[in-house]
Each structure stands twice: as structure tokens, then as C-alpha cells.
């Protein structure tokens, strides 16, 4: 696209409340504007990149299965009483509102309650088992403090899967299943390398939950990293009992500040218990479904990649999720020569189904290169005077800062 | 994708208290799920055909130079307090909470004045001018009665258009191009012919908006259409004047009724004067920008398209937002015979890039029939030991119930 047709305009300062590093950088560069703390709206570039992100995740959730469907925001009380999740005393990051008549609703935070409740339309017998469902959906929280940016919304895009089986065992496999999946996700994300598998509290029916915890310097969790066996233990549960579960000594952990980029757990029956959701076994016996959910927010992915991938001129995106893969800078001169080249090349890449983000804008060399390193697209390509007096294009890694000319022909 | 693994059932009966056909066909066929009054999720089908309709609506916007974002549910009352919009006793379609410092928030209904802001950061001059935004989000409105399905929800997806322009001579340009658009969006959804620009009640800015009707009994409008002339009056303001201004007679007109599927509003610069978007002209002088309006439901129109192409066995999809073009159904014998054509078949067409629901469940062929009836798929492929015996495909168009066989080997 080109850039002077692109409505949003970088600015040099980030709004003075704006206290978190990835918020301030999106800010800046014109992908995300602040509503209110916690609540952010996402421009033409931030929707691209957080679409990205969607795709990836919703490519790995079908690939181990997952049907995708879409659920309500508004919740009805009833069912959240029935697991005795309503009370404010019990859960306080509920957002609650009323219908003209009077009847209380709240905003979903998670979705267990409403899914188990549509499953038991669909769920009959161990012939309709397993089934995995997933949505990519706006969550909720009411947080009394929301100074992290996108990493902690009150209004956050959610993508929860949640797992139905008729047993602990094929849960337990598609928990693997899905376990790898995220590591799959993570990678393709371009935070694999940084990004754990975190021993954390599970609750009745397992001993741990696993967290996927992205090493950052902003992250609001400490983990203990064991670097060679890849994985890691949440601060809130390392005792004695874990080390010696996993088989790890306290000395081979690093202590680390690290975001909880997504979670897996296993909830066993006590979602389908409550709600009664169950199923008539190969003997006619009515049994409780096994559930599990697996949650990845793709907001927060993308406030942790803006954390970890930038620098003080801005924003350094992976190609995987970047909003576009190059950016055109054109050096307009006293004649047409460069933008008619700049044109053609344009052209040229689009053509070639390669995204482009196209600077035709009217304005000097200084600004143009310091809109490209904040908005942070994997590839700048400069044509100016002086690069087509060798008929070449100046090629600039963000990442590295690496420069080489390359001849125009090779891209026409 | 495989019916047996589709996790939804059809069911025979829609819930007691569910009194519109659009939702009573969409829950029986596994599109939606009703959570209450005049809130649904939507089911793996159903979404479907949502983002097959989201798809085209998209695409048309594109095509008139709209920028895609996303915009916050949550709403902060200073920028609708501006506009004198926050009231109850002015507009009692809120719903509102609050957050744990007590601030009251809404749940937007529509964005002007979120946008409007938004855009206060990114227009400075004529030279920004003109830009056209949309997005596709989730709406809140706290209707009194929901009785209509997914036809008037108090949670639905809104497409909603916002134009930026210097004066009111190119606003009208922008409008008119987008009375064009929207024309296309409902030719492409398969509900052009049904559908009418109809005349309503304008504003301070212009005399008459526009709505895009599309004829049902189900409809809460009354309209006069001009069948001729292909345009239609909405019944609020019918009058002698009317009739004068756009050149009809009385006795030309048709009482009708009639589903909104769209409007178009000159917004003037109501917005802009109240929360100061203000552009420099040519002179330096500061101006308020001129805005438009243009706003289309998804979930609407797809409740629209249930209740007019829809019989007593249930649903009928135009291709272009049928969750699937093919219901291959196979009618399973004593050997193995049809389950391997049916599965090279399905092969086949899924390589060819044809969206297929294949019906490999082990059940009669009652059942079967009336299930692919009742989704409503164009094209019903029909593989048996009968139509094997002449190497064929028995084929039935939904709409039109017309049976043709085939020979198999001209599909694969």
C-alpha cells in the first residue's frame, strides 16, 4: 500500500501516560491508539500484524483439529453460578451490566461455562468424542491496574481452545498434542527461541498446568529457566516436590523475568460435572466428558514480540507477523526519474504477491528513514538519485542494519 | 470437511421460546446457538457463512479505498458526553458498567465518537484529506425486545464505514460511490433483486439518508416501493414533498415490507464541530472535516438470507455464502464399495479447491436427505450402490430441486 494514502501518521512522543514500552512503541508507529488504560484500538498497521499472528495460531489449532466457531461476549449468570464463578467475591475481574429488565449480565472472561453448555446440545455418546473447539474472541477483565499496555488489556483478543474426551488418557495425548502445537506456534511467531514451557500450579485434576513463558525484561512472572532441558519452573511453585518430579537441580536454574504468552490445563470433570455435560459409554453408562482448555492471546503475542523485537529507533518485526515484508522508500529528486522507478518496482513486487509498504510521500530523507526503523519492516528498500545512477536499490535489513546494493533488473 | 467430525447435530425442534424463523432454521441446522434473547454464537457452519459474507462486504470496501482497523467495545463516556450522546434519557440503547475505580464506561453501539478522536491525531491538513475507514466489531445494544433472532441483536457483528472529506461536494462524490458498493455487496450475497434504495429521514446535513431494504414479511419497516424506477420511500416519510423530490407518483408505489440490510447517513460536521477534527485548507484556514456514515450487520444479512431463501425442509444458501458449495452424501452399503468412491470423490474436489461437507456419517439415508436439506448447501453430489451401478453422481440443486446424474469419472 502506499503510504501516503495510509491514514495514520507517526509521532515522535507517545502519550504521557503511556508507561509500558510496547504500547509507547505502537503508539509512536502508528498501530495501536490508546481509548483508555487497558483499552486499545488497533490502527491499519497493528490490525495487520494481529491479524498475522490470528492466522498462524488459527493454522496450528486446526492442524491438531480444532473446529473454530465464535462466541458470545454477554454471559448468562445462571451458568456461571452453577460453578460457582458469579460472586465478585469469588472472581473479582468481572465487567457486569443489566438487560432493560433488570436481569444482570456479565462480560465473558473465559468460556468454559458457555461452551460446556452448547456441548451438551452435540454431546451424546463416545462416539461424538474426542472434539476440540476453538475461537478467536474479545475478552473482558475488569484489572485494577492495566499499565502494561497491550500486554494487559480490560478488552483483549483471546484465542481459547477447549478439549473434550472421554477419558484422562486421550486427554493427557491431545494435551501433548497440543503442547507441541504451541511450541510450533511460538516459532513461527518468532519468539521460539525465547519462549519456555513453565511448570505452574494445575489444580484437582493434575498436579501442574504448563504455562509458554517468553523471557522479556517487562514480564510481570519469574521463572526458573533450566537451559539445557529447555524448560522452565514458575516461581510460585518451585519447591522441593518439582525439582525432584522433573529431576532437575536447583543449581542448573536461572532465575528470569519472563510473559506468560500462553497457557494449557487440564480441567478433568469439573466444568462437565456442574454443567452436565456427559456421555453414554460403549456399555450404556452415562460418564463425565474430560475437558481441557488451551489459551493464547494474540494481543499480548503482540505486545511481547513489540518488547522483545525493538530497539530506540523502534520496532524490529519477524517477517511472520510483520504488516508488511518490505518497505519502499523512494528519495524523490528534482525530476520524475525516481518516482517513475519507485512506480515500477512497486509494481513489480506487488505483482509478485510480495507486501509492500510504499513511502511515495513528499517529504525529506531524515524523516522518511526514521518512520521506516520505528514502524520496523523487515526490509527497507531505498531507490533515490544516487542508487539509480548505478541502476541499484540500497537493501537495509532492520534487524542487523546489514546494507547491500542490488541491481533494479533482478527485480523487475 | 467431514460431517463426522463436524462437532454440531442437527436438531428437529428449535427451542420453545425462540419465535423467529431465521433462528429457529439456524439453530436446527447448527449455525448459531442461542445464549439468550437476542444473543447467539455462532457454530462452526455458521461462521462460516459469517466470514464468507464479512469476505465480500470487505472486499468492497477495499475496492472504494477503506482502510481497515478495529475499534474498542469499551467507550469512554467524556467523548459521548461531547456529543450529548451519553444520557440514558437521550438514547436508551446502552449497556454500561463500570471499572474497579468506579469510572462508568459503555459498551459502544457505534464509533463515530471513538473514531472521530482517533482522527484527531492523524488530520492536520487538506493534504490528509479525504480518507474512508471501516472496520468489522462487535456492537452492544440493549433493545427492550429481542425477539427476532439474528435479525436484532443486543451483541452483533457491524461493519461500519466512516468517511473523512474537506467538503460536502466531495462527500456527496464518496457517498454516491458508496450507494454503488453497497448495491454490489447485496448482488454478490444473492439478495440484490430483493433489495431497494430506499429514502428515509436525513439530518441537519441532508435532507435524506439512505437505507438498503430488502423485501421480507419478516421486516419491521414498512416501504413504498417504486418498483420501475428500482428505488423504494420508508413510510416515515412519505409525503407529498417527498414524492415531488424524487419525482414519483403515489399511485406508482407499492406497500411493502422490508428488512434494513444497510444505511448510508451524511454526518455532516456534527462530530467534527463537537470533539474539534479540523483540517488546514489551501490558506491556512482551519475547517471542520465533512463526514459520512455507512454502516452494514453481517449477522443481520444473514439472518435476512435465511428468512427469504429458505423452504419448509429449510435453509438455501446462495453459493457465494453457502459454508459449502457440495454436500456429498454418501448412502453406505454392505461392502466397501461407496465409501471408497465417495472418499476419492471428496479427494478430488477438495484438490480442486471445491469447499465440500462430506457426509460419511453411518445413518440412513432419511436422515441424511433431510439433513442436507435442512443446511441448505447449493449442490447435493449423491453416491450410492445404485448410482455406482452407471458409474454416477446423482446431483440436486437446492434451490431449484432439479436431479441430474452424472458420469464419476468427469469429477476426477
Same mark, same amino acid.
Given at each position: 500500500?502506499?503510504?501516503?494514502?495510509?491514514?495514520?501518521?507517526? #509521532? #515522535? $512522543?507517545?502519550?504521557?501516560?503511556?508507561?509500558?514500552?510496547?504500547?509507547?512503541?505502537?503508539?509512536?508507529?502508528?498501530?495501536?491508539?490508546?481509548?483508555?488504560?487497558?483499552?486499545?484500538?488497533?490502527?491499519?498497521?497493528?490490525?495487520?500484524?494481529?491479524?498475522?499472528?490470528?492466522?498462524?495460531?488459527?493454522?496450528?489449532?486446526?492442524?491438531?483439529?480444532?473446529?473454530?466457531?465464535?462466541?458470545?461476549?454477554?454471559?448468562?449468570?445462571?451458568?456461571?453460578?452453577?460453578?460457582?464463578?458469579?460472586?465478585?467475591?469469588?472472581?473479582?475481574?468481572?465487567?457486569?451490566?443489566?438487560?432493560? @429488565?433488570?436481569?444482570?449480565?456479565?462480560?465473558?472472561?473465559?468460556?468454559?461455562?458457555?461452551?460446556?453448555?452448547?456441548?451438551?446440545?452435540?454431546?451424546?455418546?463416545?462416539?461424538?468424542?474426542?472434539?476440540?473447539?476453538?475461537?478467536?474472541?474479545?475478552?473482558?477483565? @475488569?484489572?485494577?491496574?492495566?499499565?502494561?499496555?497491550?500486554? #494487559?488489556?480490560?478488552?483483549?483478543?483471546?484465542?481459547?481452545?477447549?478439549?473434550?474426551?472421554?477419558?484422562?488418557?486421550?486427554?493427557?495425548?491431545?494435551?501433548?498434542?497440543?503442547?507441541?502445537?504451541?511450541?510450533?506456534?511460538?516459532?513461527?511467531?518468532?519468539?521460539?527461541?525465547?519462549?519456555?514451557?513453565?511448570?505452574?500450579?494445575?489444580?484437582?485434576?493434575?498436579?501442574?498446568?504448563?504455562?509458554?513463558?517468553?523471557?522479556?525484561?517487562?514480564?510481570?512472572? /519469574?521463572?526458573?529457566?533450566?537451559?539445557?532441558?529447555?524448560?522452565?519452573?514458575?516461581?510460585?511453585?518451585?519447591?522441593?516436590?518439582?525439582?525432584?518430579?522433573?529431576?532437575?537441580?536447583?543449581?542448573?536454574?536461572?532465575?528470569?523475568?519472563?510473559?506468560?504468552?500462553?497457557?494449557?490445563?487440564?480441567? !478433568?470433570?469439573?466444568?462437565?460435572?456442574?454443567?452436565?455435560?456427559?456421555?453414554?459409554?460403549?456399555?450404556?453408562?452415562?460418564?463425565?466428558?474430560?475437558?481441557?482448555?488451551?489459551?493464547?492471546?494474540?494481543?499480548?503475542?503482540? !505486545?511481547?514480540?513489540? $518488547?522483545?523485537?525493538?530497539?530506540?529507533? !523502534?520496532?524490529?518485526?519477524?517477517?511472520?507477523?510483520?504488516?508488511?515484508?518490505?518497505?519502499?522508500?523512494?528519495?524523490?529528486?528534482?525530476?520524475?526519474?525516481?518516482?517513475?522507478?519507485?512506480?515500477?518496482?512497486?509494481?513489480?513486487?506487488?505483482?509478485?504477491? /510480495?507486501?509492500?509498504?510504499?513511502?511515495?510521500?513528499?517529504?525529506?530523507?531524515?524523516?522518511?528513514?526514521?518512520?521506516?526503523?520505528? /514502524?520496523? /519492516?523487515?526490509? #527497507?528498500?531505498?531507490?533515490?538519485?544516487?542508487?539509480?545512477?548505478?541502476?541499484?536499490?540500497?537493501?537495509?535489513?532492520?534487524?542487523?542494519?546489514?546494507?547491500?546494493?542490488?541491481?533494479?533488473?533482478?527485480?523487475?
Amino acid at each position: 500500500m502506499k503510504q501516503s494514502q495510509l491514514f495514520t501518521k507517526t #509521532r #515522535r $512522543e507517545a502519550p504521557k501516560d503511556e508507561v509500558s514500552k510496547n504500547a509507547q512503541l505502537l503508539i509512536r508507529a502508528g498501530f495501536i491508539h490508546k481509548e483508555m488504560a487497558g483499552v486499545y484500538d488497533f490502527l491499519p498497521l497493528g490490525l495487520r500484524t494481529l491479524n498475522k499472528i490470528v492466522n498462524i495460531i488459527r493454522e496450528e489449532m486446526n492442524a491438531i483439529g480444532g473446529e473454530e466457531m465464535y462466541m458470545s461476549a454477554l454471559q448468562d449468570k445462571a451458568k456461571w453460578e452453577a460453578t460457582d464463578r458469579w460472586d465478585d467475591e469469588k472472581l473479582d475481574i468481572w465487567f457486569k451490566t443489566k438487560l432493560k @429488565n433488570g436481569t444482570e449480565v456479565g462480560l465473558g472472561f473465559t468460556h468454559e461455562e458457555a461452551l460446556t453448555s452448547i456441548m451438551k446440545d452435540h454431546i451424546r455418546s463416545y462416539k461424538d468424542l474426542p472434539k476440540a473447539v476453538y475461537q478467536f474472541q474479545n475478552k473482558f477483565r @475488569n484489572e485494577a491496574r492495566a499499565k502494561s499496555g497491550i500486554l #494487559r488489556g480490560r478488552e483483549f483478543l483471546m484465542k481459547d481452545l477447549y478439549s473434550f474426551n472421554v477419558d484422562l488418557k486421550s486427554h493427557n495425548e491431545y494435551h501433548e498434542k497440543a503442547r507441541s502445537a504451541y511450541m510450533k506456534i511460538y516459532e513461527r511467531l518468532g519468539i521460539g527461541s525465547l519462549t519456555y514451557v513453565t511448570f505452574a500450579s494445575g489444580g484437582t485434576f493434575s498436579k501442574y498446568s504448563h504455562e509458554f513463558q517468553t523471557l522479556c525484561e517487562a514480564g510481570e512472572d /519469574i521463572i526458573y529457566v533450566h537451559e539445557a532441558r529447555k524448560i522452565a519452573i514458575n516461581k510460585e511453585v518451585l519447591t522441593e516436590e518439582v525439582l525432584k518430579d522433573l529431576g532437575v537441580k536447583r543449581a542448573d536454574l536461572q532465575e528470569r523475568k519472563a510473559i506468560e504468552v500462553g497457557n494449557i490445563f487440564s480441567l !478433568g470433570t469439573k466444568f462437565s460435572d456442574a454443567l452436565g455435560l456427559n456421555y453414554g459409554d460403549e456399555k450404556g453408562a452415562l460418564k463425565p466428558v474430560v475437558m481441557g482448555c488451551y489459551g493464547i492471546g494474540p494481543s499480548r503475542v503482540m !505486545g511481547t514480540i513489540a $518488547e522483545v523485537w525493538s530497539d530506540d529507533k !523502534g520496532l524490529i518485526w519477524p517477517e511472520s507477523v510483520a504488516p508488511f515484508k518490505v518497505h519502499l522508500v523512494a528519495l524523490l529528486g528534482s525530476d520524475d526519474k525516481v518516482k517513475k522507478a519507485a512506480d515500477d518496482l512497486y509494481d513489480s513486487l506487488t505483482t509478485k504477491g /510480495i507486501e509492500v509498504l510504499y513511502d511515495d510521500r513528499d517529504c525529506g530523507a531524515g524523516e522518511k528513514f526514521g518512520d521506516s526503523d520505528l /514502524i520496523g /519492516i523487515p526490509w #527497507r528498500y531505498v531507490i533515490s538519485e544516487k542508487t539509480l545512477a548505478s541502476d541499484s536499490i540500497e537493501i537495509k535489513e532492520r534487524k542487523t542494519g546489514k546494507v547491500e546494493m542490488k541491481k533494479m533488473a533482478s527485480f523487475l
